[in-house]
């Protein structure tokens, strides 16, 4: 098979964000558009990649299966030995993960713009994963973006589009194109993690019922596969199973604004429905809900800790946690409690990447839905969903008791997030230009009632290989306990969203109920007045509110 050179034009100005390039579908779909980032991540690859195996796989949205034919022909120019793509071109994140694990693959390229719309009006994502089952790290990345700035040429091979409908192998040019079942790596795994008798029979009791939101996403067939399959849950069980190229028109981010239906059937008393969840377009976030309680993705993180004794892959111990800077500080509480380490880290997974590779954490977790383990590289929705069901089925409790009862333990740390989107990118910058100018005069100043104790831009060393990250939120913290934290988005694909994060943390339990939007008036006020946000952005309040 013949191997063709095209020549292209660098383009300027695609940085990846927090989690690889994500655009409009419109703007992957320009000629030479995904091809030039594609051949910038193959030209930062070594030698060694030949022969080597590659997995492709992405959540299904549109543009998935053209995506997934270029890159084949790409990956074939390149000289890879086997590409491992699951049937229909569709894997989780976290299969993905666990699939290039399993098979110690180089690497792989997942193709998803994870939470955010999709359709031929919506978005579009790519990432490079490597060989540990982790997104790039960061001195990848910048390579990456460095080569698509000068880059004038990618290589294909002309072949005809491979079948990906069913099981089996082909050849293009000296590459195998392995079609794989995109569940069964993954489904194995978290059999081998979690207790799926005593799970199997917490479904199987009657005052039990859970329901699982798919959004029309990457999730459906891993959701039907693992509970209404392995471990005997009712069919119908997971909704929304079928994955949409458009997500059926939905938004697929599982919080209480776009999974409000599952929100709202846990807390009607006649659905007869003890445990909701939800994850995302491609897999790796989770929502979980229980009889009208909605659980912080910072509180879960927490519990999940605290719980880790009913799971047996982590009843032996934990070596410590992480989480993301801007996620609460309930789970440092636990740490201590239980004596381990708690890392606080940049937003984005590939941080906890380097931690989980050294052994230095066994859990961590995002205040954006984000929980997983040292079993894969990415974070997993329906691992904590797993998780979730597996200390339901031990402490035999409902949701909201043992989140009250953790509360009474170990204080809650009121949350919530606030985010202002599209914003003008100038409007952006000026706002956290004045907000860092400010920071110098923060500490020791009172503000709306509370004490600044620290104020600073938010910088990380990476404890195992040395790397340093600046500029990654501006961090306010407040007597007490309590926190703001202002940060961009690395995600978003139109203007600037910003992110104001708002931390409070009270002990007293009889204060547990109050509700939190009120809990935290006092520090939006706060925010305000350090931040200058209506002034800058002309809004008078937040988008999102979450
Ligand atoms: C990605 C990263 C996460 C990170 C999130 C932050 O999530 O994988 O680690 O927490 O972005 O998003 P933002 O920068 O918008 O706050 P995902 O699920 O979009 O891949």
Known sequence: MRVVTVCTKPFAGQKPGTSGLRKKVKVFSQPGYLENFVQSIFDNLPNEVKGKTLVLGGDGRYFNDTAIQIILRMAAATGFGRVLVGRGGILSTPAASAVIRKHAAFGGIILSASHNPGGPAGDFGIKYNLANGGPANETFTEAVYQRTQSINRYSCVEAPDVDLGALGETTIGITTVQVIDPVADYAELQETLFDFDRIAALLARPG?????????????????????????????????????????????????????????????????????????????????????????????????????????????????????????????????????????????????????????????????????????????????????????????????????????????????????????????????????????????????GMRVEAADDFAYTDPVDGSRSEKQGVRVLLQGGSRVVFRLSGTGTEGATLRVYLERYVADAALHDVPTQTALAPLVELAEKIANITAITGRNAPDVIS
């Open 208 to 448: 039990f019922r859970m329901r699982f939101d798919a959004m029309h996403a990457v999730t459906g067939p891993y959701a039907q596969a693992i509970l209404e399959g392995r471990l005997g849950a009712p069919a119908g069980t997971v909704v929304n199973a079928i994955p949409l190229p458009d997500f059926g028109g939905g938004h697929p981010d599982p919080n209480p604004v776009y999974a409000a239906d599952l929100v709202t059937a846990l807390a009607d008393p006649h659905s007869g429905l003890s445990f909701g969840a939800a994850s995302d377009g491609d897999g790796d976030r989770n929502m979980i809900v229980g009889r009208d309680f909605i659980v912080s993705p910072s509180d879960s993180l927490a519990v999940l800790a605290a719980n880790h004794a009913c799971v047996p892959a982590y009843s032996g111990g934990l070596a410590g946690v992480a989480r993301s800077m801007p996620t609460s500080c309930a789970v440092d509480r636990v740490a201590r409690s239980l004596g381990i380490p708690c890392f606080e880290t940049p937003t984005g997974w590939k941080f906890f990447g380097s931690l989980l590779d050294a052994g230095k954490v066994t859990l961590c977790g995002e205040e954006s839905a984000g929980t997983g383990s040292n079993h894969v590289r990415e974070k997993d929705g329906l691992w904590a969903v797993l998780f979730w069901l597996n200390i339901l089925a031990a402490r035999n409790e409902p949701v909201a008791e043992i989140v009250r009862e953790h509360w009474r333990k170990f204080g809650r740390n009121v949350y919530s997030r606030h985010d202002y989107e599209g914003i003008e990118t100038a409007k952006a910058d000026r706002l956290f230009a004045e907000l860092r100018g400010k920071l110098p005069e923060l500490p020791g100043a009172e503000i709306s």
